[in-house]
Each structure stands twice: as C-alpha cells, then as structure tokens.
C-alpha cells in the first residue's frame, strides 16, 4: 500500500488555500509524523489539521525517535544533521519514517511510501535514496489526474500558492500549468 508522508511545508500551502483536502483523494494512506504534526502551529493549517486526524489523515502517537532510533540515526546522517544534536526534527522523521522498513509508526503498512515536502534539501536526499517525493503541486496535479480537481481550479490554486508565499518562478508556473493539461487529458 502507498503511504503519503506529508511534510509541514506541503500541508501548510495547501491549508493556506483551502485545498488540504486533495490529499484525502489521492491514493493511498496519508500519514504526517508526530515530529511534522508538532511544526504545524499556525492557522489554519492546525485546524486542519486537526480536522483531518483520525478521519483521513494518522498521526502517530509515538515519535519516529522513540520507535525506531536506528532509521532516526540513518535518516539524520543522510540530512548531514548530527543526531545527538537535534531533536523532534520533521524532516528526519520524515524520511526516517519512509526508510523505516514496511511497517510506519503509524501503524500503517508501507512498501511504497512518497514523500509529500516543498523542502528542496528533503526532496533531494529522497531522490538520492530512491524515494519517491512529490509536492503541493504535485498533489494538484494528481487531483486532477483523479478528477477530484478541475484543471482550471488547478491553475487558480496555483496563483494562490504563489500568493501564500509558494514563491513559484515563472517557468515553474508554466511547468506546473502544462503538467496540469497533461493530467486533464490521460
């Protein structure tokens, strides 16, 4: 089964523009480690958050540290962070998380899992460890894969996200818009 791991930055732009709920329609479990969860302060993404728990979206109750130090310990290394250093870190736990075996620590089973960050340095170790990633936009690109997004609503989310910080370059947002009419049309 596919496990979305999803990162605070992925969750928070979504939430910023009210289509955090994408993520409910997109295959697979979707789990935010307890570590992200705690990152996840500002509103309104941690009303969604807490909306979304225990319906759609785990969060587990014990830390990626506390139930497997020994993918803490590799996921930090792979991050260039010293583990004696860091605590509660979302990003290792993320990718802590996806590395742990078949078996998340919420207790979903996972041969598949991807990584749902915005985080450049994240998404980079994934892709040196093979793990899938994927993003916000992503994830609007695969709703409309689904058909859960319309492709112009898409687009519209898209501005959005720039405007809640995102920071899309203009050739990204062309990217991002013929992906969109890509999906539109398989």
Same mark, same amino acid.
């Given at each position: 089964m596919t496990v979305l791991v999803v990162?605070?930055?992925a969750f928070i732009t979504l939430s910023a523009i009210d289509y955090h709920d994408l993520l409910a329609e997109l295959e697979g479990a979707v789990v935010v480690p307890r570590e992200v969860a705690d990152e996840i302060?500002? #509103?309104?993404?941690?009303?969604?958050?807490?909306?979304?728990s225990g319906s759609w979206l785990t969060i587990p109750d014990e830390r990626i540290r506390e139930a497997?130090?020994? %993918?803490?310990?590799?996921?930090? %290394?792979?991050?260039?962070?010293?583990?004696? #250093? =860091?605590?509660?870190?979302g990003d290792v736990a993320l990718l802590a998380l996806a590395t742990a075996g078949t078996e998340t620590a919420g207790g979903v089973a996972s041969t598949d899992?991807? =990584?749902?960050?915005?985080?450049?340095?994240?998404?980079? %170790?994934?892709t040196a460890l093979g793990i899938d990633v994927s993003g916000s936009i992503g994830v609007l690109v695969a709703a409309v894969e689904r058909? %859960?997004? #319309?492709?112009?609503?898409?687009?519209?989310?898209?501005?959005?996200?720039d405007g809640v910080g995102a920071r899309l370059s203009a050739s990204l947002l062309r990217r991002a818009e013929g992906l969109i009419d890509e999906a539109a049309n398989e």
């Open positions: 990162d605070a930055s302060t500002d #509103e309104p993404a941690a009303s969604h958050l807490e909306g979304a497997d130090p020994d %993918a803490y310990r590799h996921a930090a %290394a792979h991050l260039g962070r010293d583990v004696e #250093e =860091i605590d509660l870190d899992p991807v =990584i749902v960050t915005d985080d450049r340095p994240l998404r980079d %170790a994934c058909d %859960a997004l #319309e492709p112009d609503d898409a687009k519209d989310a898209l501005l959005a996200m």
